[in-house]
C-alpha cells in the first residue's frame, strides 16, 4: 500500500458507523428534498472539482483524460442528473392489481419504497470513481444513509474522496472509511442494512460469508473471464476494433474486458492480424510510449501478468515486451492457446489477450460453458439465428452482438453478473431498486366488510358454510384466492 494512503484508525470504525446510524434514526434522509439535496451536492462536488478527478486518475492509472470523462467522470455526472431527472417516478408508490375480495373490500393495494437503512459501498481500484460514485448515488437516492469504502489500491482517488465527500455531504449521513486490508476487515464487522461490494470473486466470497452474519442482503459485482466468440461470417475489421478497444481501455483492467478470443482455426491469422493493425492505429508501433496508454495499477499486478505472458504454452505474436519502471505492458497477443494453459485459468484484467482456435460452434459454446458463468460474453456475427442459438445456449450477465463492453452505458440495461461473476445488477433505474425495499401496503376499511366477513372469514364454521367450502374447493386443494374470491360474491349476493 502505497505511504501517503488516508486511513481511517481501526478504533474508530465502530464510532463513524455508529454516527451515520444515528444520523439514519432521525429519518431525515427520506423527504424528497433531502435527497434531491444531497444528490445535487455530490453533482456539485464532481463538477467543482474536474480537474482534481483528472489529474488523481493520471497518478492511479495514467487513465487520459479523454479516457477518464468517456468512463468515469462524465459518467458519473450523467448518473447524477439522470436519477435527479427521474427521482420523482421512482419514489412514488405503485398500484398493484386488486382480486375480486379485494376490489369488493375496497382495499388500497401498493407498494411503496423505502430505504433499506444504513448502506456499506464497497469500491474498486480499477475505475475507482465509477464504481464508488455511481452505487452512492443511488443509495442517496433511495433515501439511505451511507458508508462509503474507497479502494486503497487507487491512493490519489481515495484520498480526494475521503476530503470531498464530507465537505460536500452531510456529514451524519454519509461518511468515507479508508484504509487497507485491516480496515476492511473491522467495517465488515459492523453491522449494516445493505452491502454494496465491486471486486475480484474470492473476496466476494468473504463480503458475503460477513453479511451472512447479519442476513444482510448484498450485491456483488464480480468479474470472470468473458469471452469473446469471432464466427467466420463476422466482418473481421469490426471486430478486431472493437475487440482490441475494449481489451485496451483502462490497459486491459476492466470487469467486463475481453478476457480470451474463441475463433475459427483457419481465421485465427486473418483475425490476429486485423487485431494488430487496429492497436497500431489506436496507440502506434510502441503503445507503451503513448501517454493515452496507461500503466497497470501497482507492481504485483505487473509482476502477474508479466508471469501470465512468460508462463503460456502459446505462441506470443504481438507485444509482450514492457516498461517496468513505468508499470506499462504493450497490449500483447497469444495464438494457439488450449484451454489448459495457465493464462485460461483465472480473469487476466491486463492488455494480454489469448486466440484459442476452434473448430465449430458447439465446441466454443462447450468451452464458454466449461468454465464459470461470465460478467459479459461477446458474439462477432452477422446471423440472428446464430446469435439467438448461442444466447440460448449458454448463461452470462450480458451478451453482445458485434460490440464490447458498450452495455454498462446503456442506463436501462442491468449490469451484474451471474454466479460467480456476481450477485444482483444496478445502473439507472435499477441501482435506486437495488437499495430500496418494496414495502407491500393493504389499506382496509372497518365499514361494509364486518358483516360479510362474520359471514365467511371468521369463525365458528357451521354446516353452510362447510357446504359451501366443499363446493367450490377442488380436489387437488384449490387455489385460495379464487376461492375467497368467489365466498365474497356469495356472501353478498346471499
Not at 108 to 126: F, H, K, Q
Not at 312 to 338: H, M
Not at 355 to 365: K, L, M, N
Request: with cysteine.
Amino acid at each position: 500500500m502505497a505511504s501517503d494512503l488516508v486511513s481511517t484508525d481501526v478504533s474508530i470504525v465502530s464510532e463513524v458507523v455508529r454516527k451515520v446510524r444515528d444520523g439514519y434514526l432521525t429519518r431525515r434522509t427520506l423527504p424528497r428534498e433531502y435527497r434531491e439535496g444531497q444528490l445535487r451536492a455530490l453533482q456539485r462536488m464532481l463538477s467543482e472539482n474536474k480537474q482534481r478527478f483528472l489529474d488523481a486518475f493520471i497518478k492511479d492509472l495514467n487513465k487520459c483524460e479523454m479516457e477518464a470523462i468517456l468512463m468515469e467522470f462524465g459518467y458519473c455526472l450523467n448518473d447524477v442528473t439522470h436519477t435527479l431527472n427521474h427521482l420523482d417516478s421512482w419514489m412514488a408508490p405503485r398500484c398493484v392489481e386488486k382480486d375480486f375480495a379485494n376490489q369488493l373490500n375496497f382495499n388500497d393495494l401498493y407498494t411503496y419504497p423505502e430505504p433499506y437503512g444504513v448502506a456499506l459501498v464497497i469500491g474498486a481500484w480499477n475505475y475507482p470513481l465509477q464504481l464508488t460514485v455511481s452505487p452512492l448515488i443511488g443509495a442517496i437516492a433511495a433515501g439511505n444513509a451511507c458508508i462509503v469504502k474507497p479502494s486503497e489500491i487507487s491512493v490519489a482517488i481515495s484520498n480526494l474522496l475521503v476530503e470531498l465527500i464530507p465537505r460536500y455531504l452531510d456529514q451524519d449521513c454519509y461518511s468515507v472509511i479508508s484504509g487497507g486490508v485491516d480496515v476492511s476487515q473491522a467495517v465488515l464487522r459492523e453491522r449494516f442494512d445493505y452491502i454494496f461490494f465491486t471486486g475480484s470473486t474470492p473476496v466476494g466470497k468473504l463480503v458475503m460469508k460477513q453479511a451472512a452474519e447479519n442476513l444482510t442482503p448484498v450485491t456483488l459485482e464480480l468479474g470472470g473471464k468473458s469471452p469473446c466468440l469471432v464466427l467466420g461470417d463476422a466482418n473481421v475489421e469490426v471486430a478486431a476494433n472493437r475487440i482490441m478497444w475494449g481489451k485496451c481501455i483502462n490497459t486491459g483492467q476492466t470487469c467486463i474486458a475481453p478476457d480470451y478470443i474463441l475463433c475459427q482455426r483457419d481465421k485465427q491469422d486473418k483475425l490476429v492480424g486485423a487485431c494488430k493493425k487496429a492497436i497500431t492505429e489506436f496507440y502506434g508501433q510502441d503503445p507503451k510510449g503513448n501517454k493515452d496508454f496507461g500503466k497497470i495499477i501497482n507492481r504485483r499486478h505487473f509482476d502477474r501478468l508479466m508471469s501470465l505472458i512468460r508462463s503460456t504454452r502459446g505462441n506470443v505474436v504481438f507485444g509482450g515486451d514492457a516498461d517496468e519502471q513505468k508499470l506499462k505492458i504493450n497490449p500483447t497477443l497469444i495464438t494457439d492457446v488450449t484451454p489448459g494453459d495457465p493464462i485460461m485459468e483465472d480473469e487476466i484484467f491486463g492488455p494480454v489477450l489469448p486466440f484459442v482456435p476452434v473448430d465449430t460452434v458447439d465446441e466454443a459454446i462447450n468451452l464458454v460453458n466449461s468454465k464459470e458463468k461470465p460478467l459479459a460474453f461477446y458474439v462477432f456475427t452477422e446471423s440472428k439465428a446464430l446469435f439467438e442459438r448461442i444466447k440460448r445456449a449458454t448463461s452470462s450477465g450480458a451478451i453482445l452482438q458485434n460490440e464490447t463492453l458498450v452495455h454498462y452505458q446503456v442506463s436501462a440495461l442491468p449490469f451484474g453478473g451471474v454466479g460467480h461473476s456476481g450477485i444482483g445488477a444496478y445502473h439507472g433505474k435499477l441501482t435506486f431498486d437495488t437499495f430500496t425495499h418494496r414495502r407491500a401496503v393493504l389499506c382496509a376499511g372497518t365499514g361494509f366488510m364486518e358483516s360479510l366477513n362474520a359471514k365467511i372469514k371468521y369463525p365458528p364454521w357451521d354446516e353452510v358454510k362447510e357446504a359451501r367450502l366443499r363446493r367450490l374447493i377442488s380436489p387437488d386443494g384449490g387455489n385460495v384466492v379464487p376461492v375467497m374470491s368467489v365466498l365474497m360474491m356469495l356472501a353478498v349476493i346471499s
